[in-house]
């Protein structure tokens, strides 16, 4: 699971370096855009270039609150429903997310 906001420059840094890492399993992605309906839904439109994502749109906030996000973007892993580690803050160098991505989808 990922959580984005579309006014969040860490968020748009994060995606487009997402689309030059080799990531299989993008079918198991679910990227949660938060905001404004209309900002967040144009954020996600935009964004094609990520075959097999899931997007969803959280206009409420109810998946930040539900989830107990801190701040965008978040990174969660979970498997059977139950969250086994989750990654979250600003990032300056996306890079830093690659390795646990790709290992994580694969």
Known sequence: LL?????????ARLVDAMRTW???GLD????????????????????PVLPGIHWLVDPERTAWTDLKLTG????????????????????NDPEVMRSVLVSWLQ
């Open 22 to 24: 080799n990531l299989t």
């Open 28 to 47: 198991r992605l679910i990227v949660i855009v938060g905001g404004r309906r209309t900002a967040a839904a144009a954020f996600a439109a935009r964004e």
């Open 72 to 91: 965008v973007p978040t990174v969660i892993g979970a498997r059977d429903g139950v969250i086994e580690w989750r990654l979250a803050g600003v990032l």
């Open 3 to 11: 959580y984005l906001q579309p006014d969040s420059p860490a968020s």
